[in-house]
Structures are given as C-alpha cells and as structure tokens.
C-alpha cells in the first residue's frame, strides 16, 4: 500500500472511532493533548499523524498502541502464529472468524471491522420489546394475539 492510501485510511479509521466512542474533535483533543485543528486535519487526510500523536490519541479511542501503528502503517500487520493464537485467546475469538479474516486482505479486515462498530452502535440502541402481560395471557408481537 503506498503512503497516501495510508494516509487517508488513518484518519478516515480515526474519524469513526471518535464518532464511535461519541467523542467531539475537542473532547478528544482534551483527553489527549493534541490540538483539535489538528486532529481535524488528520482526519481529513491532510495530515499524518506522528507515532507521537498516535500515542497520545490509541487509548481514548479504545485502540492499543500497536494497533495505532499498524494501521498507521508502522508496523507490519502480519502476526507470528504464536501472536496470533494469543490474540485470539486473549478476545475470545472464534477460530473459523480469525481463519477466515486472516485470508482476507487488510482492507476487507477494516471494513468488517467497521461494519460491525455500526452493527454494534446500532443495536445498542435498540431495546428487546418486552412481552405484553393480560391476565396470564401474553401478547405474541407478531400477531397481536394472547397466548398462553
């Protein structure tokens, strides 16, 4: 990947991890250090950030360091088997996920990752409707009729 393709995901990933953790450009800027006309111009691609800048800004983004890195393009995504099985261990994820996101490329990771940060926002939205009690009965939801 060449330099300004990461330089646009960066602060494109930076963006919808702020708007995800409803964060404000400035909240952000208080939780790090960083100004937020700057961290507005990374966003925007119009800057990269430093490693400096990314360690201030990973945690209250909910990123790891390293994570900020490689998606930076810092570091290589690419993990030994021995990294890679702890990482799986150490967030609990299911084997046959990990296989099948490993086969595909950084960009395709990203996306369902992003994909699944919406997924998640949404449904912490929504609250499961609660069975209507009438006199022992419920409503099915569905139908609208009592139940027994």
Do not use: C, W
Request: aromatic content about 6%; proline content about 5%.
């Amino acid at each position: 990947m060449i330099m300004h393709e990461y330089r646009n995901n960066i602060g494109k990933i930076i963006k919808q991890q702020r708007l995800a953790a409803n964060l404000t450009l400035n909240e952000l800027s208080a939780s790090s250090g960083v100004s937020p006309s700057h961290l507005g111009r990374i966003e925007k691609g119009e800057r990269f950030p430093s490693a400096f800048i990314l360690q201030r800004i990973a945690k209250p983004l909910g990123f790891d360091v390293n994570e900020m890195f490689t998606m930076a393009g810092y570091l290589s995504p690419h993990l030994s088997e021995e990294e890679e099985k702890s990482q799986v261990a150490k967030y609990e994820l299911d084997p046959y996920v990990a296989r099948m996101l490993s086969q595909e490329t950084v960009e395709v990771q990203r996306a369902v990752v992003s994909i699944l940060t919406v997924l998640k926002s949404v449904a912490s939205g929504i609250t499961p409707a609660k069975p209507q009690e009438t006199e022992g009965y419920f409503n099915d939801p569905s139908t609208g009729a009592a139940t027994n």
